[in-house]
């Protein structure tokens, strides 16, 4: 069935610019942004650039997976998007079941591991039960881990985990001075994931939008002005291929 990964003599160097297969970063972050401006530009609807946005997720999780990332985290909802009428939240929640209704099985086939960061409690039910069983069939997959960072916020997801320590401290499980960046980490929705080497967000907006603000201490920025359902392999190369021509240096020399 479904095989959108076979692709052996898949070349990941364009005419310019040749990736180093040995540098690819481990996790890339994206902020799918420009959907709007995207639709716009063609006289459509809104939601028919998120509808649009979701074929460039399916670019790009394939192309992951022939590059060999080992995670993929994609902002799509961020706990600030409520804000937007009523029908275009509806849309969104809509796109989403019906991505993972649509695509569990290809993704489940290519050994993909969904997982969800955000407060999935405040969706709709037939949402929440999509995504609990895609998570639950997926989880034991051995490919690329696909986060959609979904009603997602990192303040949101800061100050959840300041009060889940304060708990186990209170309950004694572990002490105030035994709390390190590691254990802090093992409360934030990105538990046992690496932080981001390379974020990128298209749309030519250069800001970060409440994404991963603790796991972005270190992460490398990419913007492009393309908007996100135009977003193609080709930007990801040039991604990758900027990124692996910085100087990472982690406060050192
Ligand atoms: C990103 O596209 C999708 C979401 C935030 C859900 P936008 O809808 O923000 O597109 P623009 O920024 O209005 O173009
Ligand atoms: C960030 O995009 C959130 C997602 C892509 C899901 P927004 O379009 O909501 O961000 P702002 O409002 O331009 O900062
Ligand atoms: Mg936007």
Redo the contacts with the bound molecule.
Sequence with gaps: MLRFFKSKKHKVENKEIEIDRNNIPKHIAII???????AKEKKLP?TM??RA?VESIRRIIKESHVLGIKYLTLY???TE?WKRPKDEVGA?MKLLVEYLRNEIGELNANGVVIKILGDTTKLADDCQKEIKDAVELTKDNKGVVVNIAFNYGGRDEILRAVKAVSKDVEKGIINLDDITDDIFESYLYTKGTPDPDLIIRP?GEKRISNFLLWQCAYSEFWYSNV??PDFKEKDLHRAIYDYQNRDRRFGGV
């Design positions: 799918m942004d420009g959907n709007g401006r995207w809104r650039g998120h946005g799509a909802f961020s998007n969104l749309s908007n996100w």
